[in-house]
């Protein structure tokens, strides 16, 4: 139950903050844009009711669930979203503590709450983003996950109005884990769709990615790169940005090789990806 306060942002970043600006680099993800839009319209408006001594909705939890395939922009619309929240005066701090499994569950009896409770005690005043978070759940009978999970709900209970909890990962998993513990489902009322990228936000994200990086892709790579992308993404646990990641690190290896052998290279040559380079992701 997190209510806007008046709180001043003291980061000059944050004071100049420009939602549309920030969303603006975000490829595709109109659904997502839209959610973080109207988060912000709401909760400024919460905020000059409350200035005015108006009624204010007290029930208002804050915490999300992100559903969706993997490199789908979940980690970075998160950032966005703690940006808003200090921004207006939700949060007092802008970060964001990114954790999963791995640091949370311990491997024997009395350390996987403390290590949660670590965790969490560090992003206080922030974000908590928990990546893959259904695999808390996925252990045997024996397995420590579950310690965390309840851990996490009774911290959430007791620090609510001083932290925001964002849970992510697939979507099937993310449902299943939902009926993991009772109280998470009233607890994470904001359920968001991460929706996989067309080919066309693709090429988008793949172009600005080698850009990025000082190579440029000639049209027979593009062309290639268009194809290789349009049969990739009917596989449903494609990996989206991580999937053009891999492209361009195989990319970037079969140009040098390509040029291995040549001795008398320019700058052209060296910066551009022709469509023998692309291979699969």
Not at 54 to 62: A, G, H, K, Q, R
Not at 67 to 76: I, Q, V, Y
Request: aromatic share 8%; net charge negative; glycine share 8%.
């Amino acid at each position: 139950m997190i209510i806007p306060s008046d709180i001043e942002p003291k980061s000059t970043e944050l004071i100049n903050f420009d939602l549309e600006a920030e969303l603006s680099k975000i490829i595709g993800l109109d659904e997502v844009k839209d959610y973080i839009r109207s988060l912000n319209a709401r909760l400024r408006v919460q905020k000059e009711r409350k200035k005015l001594g108006l009624t204010v909705d007290e029930s208002m939890t804050l915490h999300m669930i992100f559903k969706g395939n993997p490199g789908t922009g979940k980690t970075m619309v998160a950032r966005t979203i703690a940006q808003v929240l200090y921004n207006i005066g939700v949060i007092k701090t802008n970060k964001l503590v990114e954790t999963d499994r791995s640091l949370l569950v311990a491997g024997y009896v009395g350390q996987t709450a403390i290590q949660t409770r670590e965790i969490f005690m560090n992003a206080l005043d922030g974000v908590l983003f928990i990546d893959e978070a259904y695999a808390l759940a996925q252990g045997g009978v024996s397995d420590f996950g579950k310690e965390a999970i309840d851990t996490l709900v009774k911290l959430m209970d007791d620090y609510r109005d001083r932290i925001v909890i964002v849970l992510a990962g697939y979507s099937r998993n993310m449902d299943s884990f939902l009926t993991v513990n009772p109280g998470l489902k009233s607890r994470f009322p904001n359920i968001i769709t991460f929706e996989n990228y067309n080919t066309g936000q693709l090429m988008q994200i793949s172009e600005k990615f080698f850009v990025g990086k000082g190579y440029e892709l000639d049209e027979s790579a593009k062309i290639k790169l268009s194809d290789l992308l349009e049969d990739a993404r009917l596989d449903p646990y494609f990996g989206n940005g991580r999937y053009v990641r891999n492209v361009y690190e195989k990319a970037v290896n079969n140009q040098a090789i390509r040029l291995s052998s040549d001795t008398d290279l320019t700058r052209e040559d060296l910066i551009t990806i022709s469509g023998s380079d692309i291979g699969g992701g």
